[in-house]
């Protein structure tokens, strides 16, 4: 008895350390409420996902719970993470973006006129998706980066990464709910952010809400 106790106190405690010092934020709106723990260094990703991620990916694991029984659709669109600290926005990646069998080649530069362009890092993963960008209806804005992606598909059969299952398993999952459902969603932003800087906004049919993250102590 007394070692089970002790073993049980063992798990929270490695449970509290975990969740030491991640950033977290939550919100309520009239259909559901968001609670939302942004993983940000390499430290804290491993934790969360058990396996590294490319620099520049970061995770932002969701909690959505319907208010009042009502029922919500979760879409992973609706979903945008911005940094005020240099004005990026960042729609989710699909896992096949990130671990896929593809090569997605990304060039970014500032603003409409292209000024300041500069070759990003190689991701594994399908096309179609430039960075950093806006999505489900939030709007682009002159002022941020732009991207043009480019693909490149692999020749040859090669083995799947393992890191794509982990994805697929962890991910915010697209259905209608009507209890708490719960995953993970990876955004690509570049540079060192501060919780303080990032807000995620979520869409849900009564509008907008915002999240903002604060470090936990």
Request: aromatic share 6%; hydrophobic share 35%; with cysteine.
């Amino acid at each position: 008895m007394r070692f089970a106790v002790l073993c049980a106190a063992s798990v929270l405690l490695i449970q509290a350390a975990d969740t030491k010092g991640v950033p977290h934020g939550e919100v309520s709106g009239k259909s559901v409420r968001v609670e939302a723990t942004a993983y940000l260094d390499k430290v804290s990703i491993k934790q969360a996902l058990g396996s590294e991620l490319d620099p520049g990916i970061v995770i932002v694991e969701v909690k959505l719970t319907p208010v009042d029984g009502k029922k919500f659709t979760i879409n992973r669109d609706d979903f945008l993470l911005r940094s005020d600290r240099d004005g990026q926005r960042a729609t989710p990646y699909a896992p096949t973006q990130i671990a896929g069998s593809s090569t997605l080649k990304v060039k970014t530069g500032y603003g409409q006129a292209g000024v300041m362009q500069q070759n990003r890092p190689t991701w594994g993963g399908i096309g179609g998706m430039g960075y950093p960008q806006s999505g489900g209806g939030f709007g682009n804005s002159a002022s941020t980066e732009e991207a043009v992606a480019s693909v490149e598909q692999d020749s040859g059969k090669q083995k799947e990464n393992p890191l794509l299952k982990v994805l697929k398993e962890k991910i915010l999952p697209e259905k209608e709910i009507s209890e708490p459902a719960s995953g993970q969603l990876y955004f690509l932003l570049e540079g060192k952010q501060k919780p303080k800087d990032l807000e995620l906004l979520v869409k849900t049919p009564e509008g907008r809400l915002s999240i903002r993250f604060k470090q936990q102590p």
